[in-house]
């Protein structure tokens, strides 16, 4: 099915681990996003992209890495987790800047 | 840096009364302004986006209106149903290229039947 596609939908790790949430889109769109989610804090933007290998910091970039390497993929890595990541993290796309933005269903994180 | 404010934070309605959300946003030079709505667990659906130029937008029961000189924004859903319950959320778009978007807190709404 076209759309966003993120995975694991769950994950639970410990601290001070490595993780990569994945994010995949079939519609070819050129700007990807990653936020976070926490009550008290709405949505954050994390990381973006505006094509395959070009990317840049949003408001809550720290401990977080990104890559792009093909235009449909756009993985988010916590490089050393810690409890201050655990959060809901969303991936979204849109075809170009003043076009709608389309979310995918989310990756719920907990560090223990 | 720009401020998204959605007040009140929950709504409660009876079926079949309409429903006003209201956006207000502290830096009028936006690109545009997108309304999305949030199942429990879910990721957020688009709604409606109006851009800068533009001063309402409409799909089926859906209508959203822009005031960009007063910084406001506001939802309208006609006579209400119990799975209009939801979260709505707006989000202003940046004018860079990005088109990065800054979200309010979002308005809980719940339809009682």
């Known amino acids: 099915d076209a759309g966003i596609t993120q995975s694991p939908r769950y994950k639970i790790t410990e601290t001070g681990r490595q993780v990569t949430l994945m994010c995949h889109q079939t519609?070819?769109?050129?700007?990807m996003f990653w936020y976070r989610q926490d009550l008290g804090h709405g949505l954050r933007l994390i990381y973006y992209s505006a094509a395959a290998d070009i990317t840049d910091k949003g408001e809550v970039p720290d401990g977080y890495v990104v890559s792009r390497s093909k235009t449909e993929n756009f993985p988010l890595t916590l490089e050393s987790a810690t409890r201050s990541q655990t959060s809901v993290y969303f991936c979204a796309s849109r075809v170009q800047g003043g076009s709608p933005l389309h979310f995918g269903n989310g990756t719920r994180l907990t560090v223990t | 840096k720009q401020e998204v404010t959605q007040i009140p934070a929950a709504l409660s309605v009876p079926e079949g009364e309409n429903l006003v959300l209201n956006c207000s946003f502290t830096d009028s030079a936006i690109y545009n302004l997108q309304w999305f709505r949030q199942d429990p667990g879910k990721g957020l659906t688009s709604l409606l986006l109006i851009q800068s130029s533009q001063r309402e937008q409409t799909s089926g029961r859906l209508n959203a209106s822009l005031d960009k000189s007063s910084g406001r924004s506001t939802l309208y859903i006609a006579a209400s149903q119990p799975g209009d319950s939801a979260t709505y959320l707006c989000?202003?778009?940046?004018?860079?290229?990005?088109?990065?978007?800054?979200f309010g807190a979002g308005t809980q709404v719940v339809v009682t039947p």
């Open positions: 989000a202003v778009g940046t004018t860079d290229s990005w088109g990065k978007l800054q």
């Open positions: 519609w070819s769109h050129s700007y």
